[in-house]
């Protein structure tokens, strides 16, 4: 006969409240997994905001990117207009098969093709690749000063007025709303979509940001969605993997009960509600949910689990050994 466990109340709370987010009902999924919970779409339309309000919870939208995006990307190259440039700038180097650049205008409509490097399909001829099927597209008045543009995966969109400086480094599939600026430096990894008014130079996979965020000095964000007008300081980074590469598992916070959740994904970086910020090197955990209004001081490292909405977290170590985290006001 075995004996007997008998776990701590609150640990036994947890035990009896384990789930699988991939089991629940849309309308059983808690609170701070729901994708109203982070971002008002009423108050901050976003072009792409279907892509979030079809899922059923804030993760399941992480493994939905990449299909949105080939399919977004498809059917804006089927309705193209303008022409497809037969002639780069006489710098552009191309490797592989040449992909096909479709401008709106031309030159004189404001834009500006000076692409550093083209990578197209390395396939053999008359092979198709369905997700490299579509080239780069321009909107009007786009200025590539200069970068590496690698369609092998995918389709590029660069959407009006936006601005690529020479150094940056974008994969397909990506879709870059209008008037974002890519700064030197900016590494677009696949997968992403970023909204309009965007300032871009860190390291981005499998991420959604949203209108006027900011994500503008080196850092990270992968398998992670930033709100409208979210922040990441200088070197602030999303781990998105676990240590040992295990299933994520989160603590939700719930009435009476401890809900302990199994998100069903082995990378999710981090969630930013609209309006949050992450200070200059911060650091966050994978699966850190961060509510609107959530401002995270520089040189902080927030664990796993969720945050805010409306709070102001600092790392004071020498005064409390710990976090410090207080209602915004």
Known sequence: RRPQVHLPPRQAARARAEMQLRSLAKADVPPQLRVG?????AAHPFAHAELLTSAKDIVEVLGAIHNYA???????????RGRVLQDLHSGAKVVG????VNLPGGEADGCIVAPDILIGCCSEPGKSDPDADFGLQLGPRVQ??????????????LGEGVVVEPGAHITGPAIIGARTTLRSGTYVRGDVVVGDGVVLRGELKNSIIMDCAELAHPGYAGDSIVGYKGHFGCQSLTANLGLFGAELVVDVPGPGVTLRVALGRRKVGAVLGDHSQLGCGSV????????????????????????????????KPAELGVLSRSKLR
């Open 97 to 100: 098969r040449r992909p096909p």
């Open 37 to 41: 919970f982070y971002f008002d779409f």
């Open 144 to 157: 590539v000063l200069g970068g590496t543009f690698d369609l092998r995966s995918g389709g590029i969109w």
């Open 70 to 80: 080939v399919d977004w990307l498809a059917r804006a190259w089927q309705h193209r």
């Open 284 to 315: 966050t955990d994978p699966a850190t949910f961060l509510g609107p209004q959530t401002h995270v001081y520089p040189l902080s490292r927030l664990s796993s689990g969720f945050y805010g909405p409306h709070e102001i977290i600092k790392n």
